[in-house]
């Protein structure tokens, strides 16, 4: 690849489209995230937001259409007699560039906050074991759970889990993190601190890409808000622009239910 | 391969396992839900013999009880013939098996539905035979019915002690036609025979059950 | 009755080996056929439908033999196609065999409760194979299925009397040969009962132990 003035975009998706059954849950998505960028992908319930998510890291394969990161295609190889579907070797290395944080955490109960952290880049990345204690405990701190390292989840409240799963999501350095509805889980009185960890991470920078209902977020962390509706991408545009001018009557529609 | 003399033999040997251990099914089913009564009840001492024995009983080897009774028990003046010697202890294992089956049903039932029986005037007796009980025994049916294939499975313990049944009397054919294969083979069978009927006959009952209740 | 402690307390050791031999029998078997249980989870929960049909009819052939006949089996008639197995190999062998179906079993059902999110998660993290097998589901489903398996070894440990018949001095050989010998069946069947109501009473703590880590994996799976 020629050095070019644009940066390899750290996510794309070019024409990407998914059939579940008769039922097209996505149509031809087009969409490009930055490195640095946060993006938020919000619409109505059914839209496909998290099902546009989960084909990023190939939980989900999509129909049709090509996925990037950082230019590598996923999902697929290329070999001597054309396009072959990537062998799971192969996927699990791309998946560890991918950071995921889910809706219900899904933590693994067997070990504890600073177990959930270290484990993958010790068993997976097999990074040295004392180094990645060492930035463990640094993201602890900075979720706000250095006191917590020790704590089995089943100890751990709904906030608290999010927030160790986040942390584990860093300790694998990715190249973008991405968030399906992480506080659509939790009671509402711990959505502010899953959220505080959030927006902080926006702001030094990560690559982000958020499927959410926390509209507040989308304007204080997003710089970009991505509107999806029935599969299609109906407005792509900065976050102050879609929240002070949406351009299409579905936007506004659903603006408007949230609108304080 | 089994000469059909054999295979006779060996079906009587078939008719004694069903019929003693049919017997102590029979028994230990009431026996077991009178014991997880005591020991789910309000009385303190009843209470703890009744845990006493279902713990006990459900620690000890088949084989060890059965051999306790015939042979030990005549020392303190209680002789039992050989066959109902089998049946008293299979009758006894299973009571106890049984017991934690029902306490487990009795413990799991909710409470306000017993409430509500006494709110209505039912006194505990009553409130017992027609609100509970209709529930919990359809509810314990599945693992009553495992805890009687562990019966017909642990029942060759009862050879010991002299008596007949299927895996003794597959010994027996198995040392007098020098051709083990063919009688334990047969016996294998049947065993799965038996078992597979029950199974079966449960999961009918369990569906019949379901469909009228649901 | 005159109740003969003292023979009792001569004949100790007689009681103390076979006890002994009891316990290893059982904590053998059980660690080889958790290990073989283990390895049948492969085919059990395999995607193709006639090898875990196939696996799941072996299974629930292998839970369905009588333990006695099993080691009749495998002392008697094993010979007659040309395996002669002394009585110690031929014990361990019938424990293990009639174990193992009921260990695999209990772990596909261990197995079967836990979330599907927990192995997709881990995939997302980059897991796949042997490694997400050894790391993350494995160690879910012991935890999970502890309580159960220490019933099992209840199990285990009664069927295991029943390896007497072939005169393997085990407890309960012990208890009959003491009986038989000094004439007093009500003592020795009494103090071979007591001791094996010790045994697994010492198994039921543990498996109460292990109760609550089982509800700690189970309380996260939400």
Redesign the interface.
Known sequence: MAETAQAVPAVELRGVSKFFGEHEVLSRIDLSVASGETVCILGPSGSGKTTLLRCI?W?EIPDSGAIFLRGTRIGVTFGKSGAVPMN??E???I??R?G?V?Q?F?????MTALGNVI??PV???RRSRKEVIEEAERLLEKVGLADKRNA???YLSGGQMQRVAIA?ALA?RPDILLFDEPTSALDPELVGEVLAVMKELAHEGMTMLVVTHEMQFALDAASRVVFLDRGRILEDAAAKEFFERPKTERSRQFLERFNR | MLSPAALVDLLTGAGTTIAICAVAIAAGMPLGLLIAAGRTGKNPILRFLCGLYASFVRAVPLVTFVMLIYFGLPALGVAFDPLPAAVFALGLNTAAFNSEIWRAGIADFSRGQLEAARAFGMTPRMAFWRVMFPQIWRKSLPPLVNEMTLLIKASPAIAVIGVVDLTRKARQIAESTYEPLPAFFAAVVIYGIVLLALVAAARLLERRLATRVA | MNFRLDVLSQEAPQFAAGLGNTVWLCGTSMVLSLGLGALCLVPLTSRRRTLRRLAQAMVDAGRCIPFLLLAYIVYFALPAVGIVLDKWTAALTTLVFYNTAYMAEILRGGWVSIPAEQIETARAFGYRGFLLLRRIMLPQVLIAVGPVIGNQLIQLIKDSAFLFIITVPELTFAANYVQSYYFIPFESFLVSTLLYWLLCASVEWLVRRSERWASLVRRSHG
Do not use: K
Request: charged residues 20%.
């Open positions: 890291n939980l799971d070797r996927l699990a290395a998946r560890t991918i995921m889910f219900h899904n933590l693994w109960p067997h484990e993958s068993h997976v990345l089995y989840p089943a584990r694998m």
